[in-house]
C-alpha cells in the first residue's frame, strides 16, 4: 500500500479520477465529497525502522529469517523482498505490515445538507459557504484535562477563515496547496486553538419580562467577563445590526443606563455575541421581547372580486380568481396587527355581478366607520366604450354576464359596472381611507381621472 486517504468517516460509495490524473474525487456514506490530491503520493515504497517493531515481530524475524541483519543498510526492505519472494498469502500479508503508508489528507472537503445550504472547507480552517453553510462544520478545541473541549462552529471564525479566494484555487487550479496558501495575502500563523484563545464571555444583565411590553424605547443591559479581550460587540434586532460603542461595554456595570432600543410592534428577536482580539465571535445570546403597541382601533374591509368564467366563455381567462384570492390573502394576513378585525367578502366568477357587487358595497356602507380602512380589488376584463349618441366615453369593469364587449352599448350599461358607478359606490362608503386596485386590461385609461 503506498498510501492511506484519510479523511471520511463513512464508506466510500465512488471515486473518480480527473483526466489529468492530478486530482481523485470521492463520495461516502458520511455525505461528503473530499478531493485529494494524488500528486502528493510517492511511488516508493517507505518502510517502518527495526526499532518500532514490536517484540513479537523481531522474534519472528529472528526465528523465520536468521540472515537478517538489523544493522545493515535498508533492514526492512530486504526483509520485504524476501517475504515477497516467498509468493504466499501469508507472507505478501506480512511483508504489507512492514510498509510504511503515507498519510494523504484532504486538498478540499465539501458537504451539502438536505436544505440545499453547503460548505467547502480544507484542513486548515479555511472555508467558502452558502449563507447559513459555515454551521454544519466546526472545530472541538481542547481547554484541559478538566474541561470539557468546546466546539466552534466555522461561521464563529468568520472573519479570519472565510475564504473563498483560497478555496476557489484549490477547486479550480493545478497549483499545490502549499504554494496556494503562501502566496495568499493574510493567511493567519495562528491555529485555530489559539484563534478562540482568551474569550470574553457576554451576559445579559437584566432579562426583560418576554410576555409584553409597553414601552417602545428600552434599554439592554450586558455584562462581560474578560473584557480586556474583547474586540467588538455585535448586537441584531429582527436581523438589522444595532451599532454599539465596545468601550461601553468595556465600561457597563449593573445600573448603567444600558443600550438603547426601539422596539417594533410584535416580536423583536435579539441576538447578541462579541469578538475576542482574534475577531473571533462567542455563541450568541438569543432572546425575545414582544412589543404590544398602540392597541389598533380601525377595521379593515376588503371586497375582492375575479372573473376567470365569463357566461360567453370566448372571454375566460386564467388567473384572475387566483389574483384575486392571492392579493386578499397576502393584505389580510399581513395586516393582522394593524387592524382590530378584519371582513374580507369576495365575489367570484358567476356571483360578480352587478346586482351582487351593488348589493355586497350597500351592506358595507352600512358597518364601515369613517376611521376603518376599504379596499376594492378587481381582476377580469376592463373595456373602455365607444358611445355612438357622442356621450362621454366610460371605462367599465367587464362582469360574469357581459357577453358582448363591444359594438353592444346597452350590454355594457346592464351587465358591467362603469368608472362612475364605482366611484359613486365608493363615495357612498364611509370609510376615509380607501384603497382601489384593478388588475385588467386598459385599467390605465383611468389615470388622468
Same mark, same amino acid.
Given at each position: 500500500?503506498?498510501?492511506?486517504?484519510?479523511?471520511?468517516?463513512?464508506?466510500?460509495?465512488?471515486?473518480?479520477?480527473?483526466?489529468?490524473?492530478?486530482?481523485?474525487?470521492?463520495?461516502?456514506?458520511?455525505?461528503?465529497?473530499?478531493?485529494?490530491?494524488?500528486?502528493?503520493?510517492?511511488?516508493?515504497?517507505?518502510?517502518?525502522?527495526?526499532?518500532?517493531?514490536?517484540?513479537?515481530?523481531?522474534?519472528?524475524?529472528?526465528?523465520?529469517?536468521?540472515?537478517?541483519?538489523?544493522?545493515?543498510?535498508?533492514?526492512?526492505?530486504?526483509?520485504?523482498?524476501?517475504?515477497?519472494?516467498?509468493?504466499?498469502?501469508?507472507?505478501?500479508?506480512?511483508?504489507?505490515?512492514?510498509?510504511?503508508?503515507?498519510?494523504?489528507?484532504?486538498?478540499?472537503?465539501?458537504?451539502?445538507?438536505?436544505?440545499?445550504?453547503?460548505?467547502?472547507?480544507?484542513?486548515?480552517?479555511?472555508?467558502?459557504?452558502?449563507?447559513?453553510?459555515?454551521?454544519?462544520?466546526?472545530?472541538?478545541?481542547?481547554?484541559?484535562?478538566?474541561?470539557?473541549?468546546?466546539? &466552534? %462552529? @466555522? +461561521?464563529? !471564525?468568520?472573519?479570519?477563515?472565510?475564504?473563498?479566494?483560497?478555496?476557489?484555487?484549490?477547486?479550480? =487550479? /493545478?497549483? &499545490? %496547496? @502549499? +504554494?496556494? !496558501?503562501?502566496?495568499?495575502?493574510?493567511?493567519?500563523?495562528?491555529?485555530?486553538?489559539?484563534?478562540? =484563545? /482568551?474569550?470574553?464571555?457576554?451576559?445579559?444583565?437584566?432579562?426583560?419580562?418576554?410576555?409584553?411590553?409597553?414601552?417602545?424605547?428600552?434599554?439592554?443591559?450586558?455584562?462581560?467577563?474578560?473584557?480586556?479581550?474583547?474586540?467588538?460587540?455585535?448586537?441584531?434586532?429582527?436581523?438589522?445590526?444595532?451599532?454599539?460603542?465596545?468601550?461601553?461595554?468595556?465600561?457597563?456595570?449593573?445600573?448603567?443606563?444600558?443600550?438603547?432600543?426601539?422596539?417594533?410592534?410584535?416580536?423583536?428577536?435579539?441576538?447578541?455575541?462579541?469578538?475576542?482580539?482574534?475577531?473571533?465571535?462567542?455563541?450568541?445570546?438569543?432572546?425575545?421581547?414582544?412589543?404590544?403597541?398602540?392597541?389598533?382601533?380601525?377595521?379593515?374591509?376588503?371586497?375582492?372580486?375575479?372573473?376567470?368564467?365569463?357566461?360567453?366563455?370566448?372571454?375566460?381567462?386564467?388567473?384572475?380568481?387566483?389574483?384575486?384570492?392571492?392579493?386578499?390573502?397576502?393584505?389580510?394576513?399581513?395586516?393582522?396587527?394593524?387592524?382590530?378585525?378584519?371582513?374580507?367578502?369576495?365575489?367570484?366568477?358567476?356571483?360578480?355581478?352587478?346586482?351582487?357587487?351593488?348589493?355586497?358595497?350597500?351592506?358595507?356602507?352600512?358597518?364601515?366607520?369613517?376611521?376603518?380602512?376599504?379596499?376594492?380589488?378587481?381582476?377580469?376584463?376592463?373595456?373602455?366604450?365607444?358611445?355612438?349618441?357622442?356621450?362621454?366615453?366610460?371605462?367599465?369593469?367587464?362582469?360574469?354576464?357581459?357577453?358582448?364587449?363591444?359594438?353592444?352599448?346597452?350590454?355594457?350599461?346592464?351587465?358591467?359596472?362603469?368608472?362612475?358607478?364605482?366611484?359613486?359606490?365608493?363615495?357612498?362608503?364611509?370609510?376615509?381611507?380607501?384603497?382601489?386596485?384593478?388588475?385588467?386590461?386598459?385599467?390605465?385609461?383611468?389615470?388622468?381621472?
Amino acid at each position: 500500500m503506498l498510501a492511506a486517504f484519510i479523511g471520511h468517516e463513512g464508506d466510500v460509495k465512488s471515486i473518480q479520477e480527473t483526466k489529468d490524473g492530478n486530482f481523485l474525487f470521492s463520495t461516502s456514506l458520511d455525505k461528503t465529497i473530499r478531493m485529494w490530491d494524488l500528486r502528493q503520493v510517492k511511488n516508493q515504497l517507505s518502510f517502518r525502522t527495526y526499532t518500532d517493531l514490536e517484540i513479537g515481530w523481531k522474534q519472528f524475524i529472528s526465528k523465520y529469517y536468521p540472515a537478517f541483519d538489523s544493522s545493515a543498510a535498508n533492514p526492512i526492505e530486504w526483509l520485504y523482498n524476501e517475504m515477497m519472494k516467498e509468493g504466499s498469502e501469508a507472507s505478501a500479508v506480512n511483508a504489507t505490515y512492514l510498509i510504511l503508508p503515507q498519510y494523504i489528507e484532504p486538498r478540499l472537503n465539501m458537504f451539502i445538507a438536505e436544505n440545499n445550504e453547503w460548505v467547502m472547507w480544507n484542513n486548515k480552517g479555511y472555508f467558502k459557504a452558502s449563507g447559513n453553510g459555515a454551521a454544519y462544520i466546526g472545530w472541538y478545541v481542547y481547554k484541559g484535562e478538566d474541561t470539557d473541549a468546546e466546539f &466552534y %462552529t @466555522a +461561521d464563529k !471564525l468568520y472573519d479570519n477563515y472565510y475564504r473563498p479566494d483560497i478555496i476557489n484555487r484549490l477547486l479550480f =487550479s /493545478n497549483e &499545490y %496547496t @502549499a +504554494d496556494i !496558501l503562501r502566496n495568499s495575502k493574510d493567511v493567519s500563523n495562528l491555529s485555530i486553538a489559539e484563534q478562540v =484563545s /482568551n474569550m470574553p464571555v457576554l451576559r445579559l444583565e437584566k432579562l426583560v419580562d418576554t410576555a409584553q411590553l409597553t414601552d417602545k424605547h428600552i434599554n439592554l443591559k450586558f455584562s462581560v467577563d474578560n473584557k480586556e479581550f474583547l474586540g467588538d460587540v455585535l448586537l441584531y434586532q429582527n436581523g438589522k445590526r444595532i451599532t454599539v460603542n465596545a468601550d461601553m461595554i468595556r465600561g457597563l456595570k449593573v445600573g448603567a443606563p444600558g443600550i438603547p432600543v426601539e422596539l417594533v410592534t410584535g416580536e423583536n428577536l435579539f441576538v447578541a455575541s462579541v469578538l475576542n482580539k482574534n475577531k473571533v465571535e462567542s455563541t450568541p445570546i438569543k432572546f425575545k421581547l414582544t412589543y404590544i403597541g398602540a392597541r389598533p382601533s380601525s377595521n379593515l374591509y376588503i371586497l375582492a372580486v375575479g372573473v376567470d368564467r365569463y357566461k360567453n366563455n370566448r372571454y375566460n381567462l386564467n388567473y384572475a380568481k387566483a389574483d384575486a384570492s392571492g392579493i386578499v390573502q397576502q393584505l389580510a394576513g399581513s395586516a393582522k396587527t394593524i387592524f382590530k378585525n378584519i371582513q374580507v367578502d369576495s365575489l367570484f366568477d358567476e356571483e360578480a355581478t352587478v346586482e351582487n357587487l351593488t348589493g355586497k358595497m350597500e351592506l358595507l356602507q352600512k358597518k364601515i366607520k369613517p376611521e376603518d380602512v376599504f379596499l376594492f380589488f378587481f381582476a377580469g376584463h376592463g373595456i373602455m366604450n365607444d358611445p355612438v349618441d357622442a356621450t362621454k366615453p366610460d371605462f367599465y369593469l367587464v362582469l360574469h354576464k357581459v357577453t358582448q364587449m363591444t359594438g353592444n352599448e346597452t350590454m355594457l350599461k346592464e351587465n358591467a359596472l362603469s368608472a362612475t358607478g364605482l366611484k359613486d359606490l365608493l363615495l357612498n362608503i364611509p370609510a376615509q381611507k380607501q384603497l382601489v386596485l384593478l388588475d385588467e386590461c386598459n385599467s390605465g385609461v383611468l389615470l388622468p381621472h
